[in-house]
């Protein structure tokens, strides 16, 4: 979920990068570190990526860097939000 008093920053929606044909991944995340690569502490971004970009930001999400709050797949410049998954009774 989208923090609501941080404004959005990086890449807009109708960005050159998401119609890339390496472009994979759409992911908007959360800046936890101070010495993170991607941007300052508190940043609210978003990126579209390739698939080795995205592996380089999962890495840094583990090492606790940054959150990634919501991740779609990009197939030709077209989004695909991640479906939730469902739960079993």
């Known amino acids: 979920m989208k923090p609501l008093h941080l404004p959005l920053e990086g890449h807009d929606l109708l960005a050159v990068e998401r119609f890339k044909d390496d472009t994979r991944h759409m992911a908007e995340f959360l800046i936890l570190s101070t010495h993170c690569p991607l ?16 592996a380089r930001m999962r890495s840094l999400e583990r090492q606790g860097q940054l959150q990634i709050r919501r991740h779609a797949a990009i197939i030709e410049g077209h989004i695909l939000p991640d479906k939730p998954k469902k739960r079993r009774r």
Do not use: V
Request: hydrophobic fraction near 20%.
């Open 39 to 54: 941007g300052r502490r508190g940043q609210y971004k978003r990126l579209f990526l390739t698939e080795d970009e995205y």
